[in-house]
């Protein structure tokens, strides 16, 4: 049974030290109990609570890291199944199939297209995770692809269930660990040795939610720490699904150790949609990695964009350096914009004054990541913060005008602002489509 607050508690030093973050040990043991900590954060914890603590300062999930210092994707290591209620910490590592069938050609097209799906998108840089090799064919073949495929720099995972083939290609990956997909029943021991030997992650699969914490409990006996858990995704999307909620339950509320690792859903065989679809649903709940065999660029950047939706801190916005933007090539007569510094209307309104092509200077202000009617609305978007931000931002040296353009829809601001700041106020357009326009046609 998982120890209390009060538990961990006695067993601290109770020197209220401070140095792990918190303000005595006792909000220490608490955060401990609810697995929102790690143990090490104490410098003073004695070996023998070391000891007694060391299962109860474990993660409920286990944190997993595929690939080498320089190309490496963390999943798991996560602490609540809804995220209003934390965060989740780790994205989803999303992968692509490549199969051994397919020609050198293929492979290389294959292998271009994937190296293409990077994108921004406000402010934060959006990509694929890793690459799985499929064997099909015989073992030759099979490290002839993984060869190929080995300049891409991302972690690998291998898809075989020839034990052969696996360790002439583990030997190759020395170093990279990389992940060892699937082990089941009949070639567990086999696997397990393995994924041991040559520091590979090893995933486990079966037909039963039982049978799969059965499978990680042996893994784990044999001195492989590092597991993950494969979902049968050709079942009903509804138990597949079920299934991703249930182990995550089980390791989050049970403290089920052998459910506690990553969940791996390997998505083939269908057409686009029908894998972006299962992909989404498992993306939500409660996948750590997901392989798809589909590269249409549409369905992946669908994908990657919902992925950073739900692996945003609901408690902390989206928000960028609070300061002055010149856009284009500004001169002292430049026009001046004012917006908050929530990452999605700086983002917007960046977009709109590019696609007008006037050089202007975007003025973001520091709104706690809020934006312009909720900032407004919550006194974070007044006059006296947006003449803070004029004075602080130097922009006063570098113009002849002294003209301000606000948004549209705080016109109601004008006159204190002006007042205030000293700058005359021009109010612009409410929606940030109709910045280009107003840009051009500005005297």
Request: glycine letters at 6%; charged letters at 25%.
């Amino acid at each position: 049974m998982a120890l209390s607050g009060l538990d961990i508690y006695k067993l601290l030093p109770k020197t209220n030290c401070r140095q792990c973050g918190f303000p005595t040990c006792l909000a220490f043991a608490l955060s401990l109990a609810k697995k929102a900590v790690v143990l090490a954060k104490c410098p003073f914890v004695s070996e023998q609570a070391k000891a007694a603590l060391e299962a109860q300062s474990q993660p409920p999930i286990k944190l997993i890291t595929l690939g080498d210092d320089a190309n490496k994707v963390e999943v798991g290591n996560e602490t609540v199944l809804f995220r209003h209620e934390e965060k989740f910490h780790h994205p989803c590592a999303i992968g692509f199939i490549i199969e051994d069938s397919l020609s050198n050609q293929e492979i290389t097209q294959r292998l271009e297209k994937i190296k293409q799906f990077h994108f921004e998108r406000v402010g934060q840089l959006i990509k694929t995770d890793l690459i799985a090799i499929k064997q099909t064919q015989t073992g030759e073949r099979f490290i002839e692809v993984l060869k190929l495929v080995l300049g891409i720099n991302q972690p690998l995972a291998l898809i075989s269930n020839d034990k052969t083939a696996l360790g002439d290609a583990l030997k190759i990956l020395a170093g990279k660990k990389p992940l060892i997909y699937a082990a089941d029943s009949e070639n567990l021991n086999a696997f397990s040795i393995l994924a041991k030997e040559y520091g590979a992650s090893l995933a486990v699969k079966a037909d039963s939610i039982d049978s799969l914490s059965e499978l990680a409990a042996k893994v784990k006996e044999s001195g492989l720490q590092d597991i993950l858990i494969a979902v049968n995704t050709n079942n009903k999307p509804s138990r597949t699904l079920g299934e991703l909620t249930q182990i995550r339950r089980q390791a989050l509320k049970k403290n089920n150790r052998n459910l506690g690792y990553p969940v791996i859903a390997v998505i083939e065989k269908l057409d686009s949609y029908q894998e972006l679809i299962k992909a989404g649903d498992y993306l939500a709940k409660y996948a750590g990695i997901i392989l798809l065999n589909t590269l249409e660029e549409w369905a992946v950047l669908s994908l990657l964009t919902l992925r950073q939706n739900i692996y945003t801190d609901p408690q902390k916005p989206l928000q960028i350096e609070p300061k002055l933007y010149p856009i284009g090539n500004t001169t002292e007569n430049s026009p001046v914009l004012v917006t908050t510094n929530f990452s999605l209307s700086y983002y917007t309104v960046l977009g709109e004054v590019e696609a007008s092509k006037v050089p202007t200077n975007i003025l973001s202000v520091d709104t706690e990541g809020m934006s312009v009617l909720t900032a407004w609305a919550a006194e974070k978007f007044t006059p006296d913060k947006i003449s803070d931000s004029l004075k602080k931002s130097g922009i006063e040296e570098k113009l002849k005008h002294r003209n301000l353009i606000i948004p549209g829809y705080v016109a109601v601001m004008s006159g204190e602002l002006e007042e205030k700041s000293g700058w005359k106020i021009v109010v612009g357009p409410k929606e940030a489509a109709g910045i280009p326009s107003f840009l051009k046609n500005l005297t």
